[in-house]
């Protein structure tokens, strides 16, 4: 499997446990909760997918670049 794959796929998994922190986060807040760490909870896929995505973001625009330079 290629890096692109991987990435892609680790970019998927991480925005599942993303979603779930964000739910559970909701859920904290409408029984009034005031536990810190669920507010954080979020914050751990987040770091990673913003990385992710940004990297898949930038893939087509580098290999567009690099395919114009081969020419």
Same mark, same amino acid.
């Given at each position: *499997? #290629?890096?692109?794959? +991987? @990435?892609?796929? @680790?970019?998927? +998994?991480? #925005?599942?446990? $993303?979603? %779930?922190?964000? @739910?559970? !986060? @909701?859920?904290? *807040?409408? *029984?009034? &909760?005031?536990?810190?760490?669920?507010? $954080? &909870?979020? /914050?751990?896929? &987040?770091?990673? %997918? %913003?990385?992710?995505? %940004?990297?898949? $973001?930038? /893939?087509?625009?580098? #290999?567009? #670049? !690099?395919? !114009?330079?081969?020419?």
């Amino acid at each position: *499997m #290629s890096t692109q794959m +991987w @990435i892609r796929q @680790i970019h998927r +998994w991480l #925005s599942m446990a $993303f979603t %779930l922190a964000v @739910i559970a !986060n @909701i859920v904290a *807040m409408t *029984m009034q &909760l005031q536990a810190v760490w669920v507010g $954080f &909870l979020a /914050l751990v896929p &987040l770091i990673p %997918l %913003l990385a992710t995505g %940004l990297y898949l $973001f930038a /893939l087509p625009h580098v #290999s567009r #670049s !690099n395919a !114009n330079e081969a020419r």
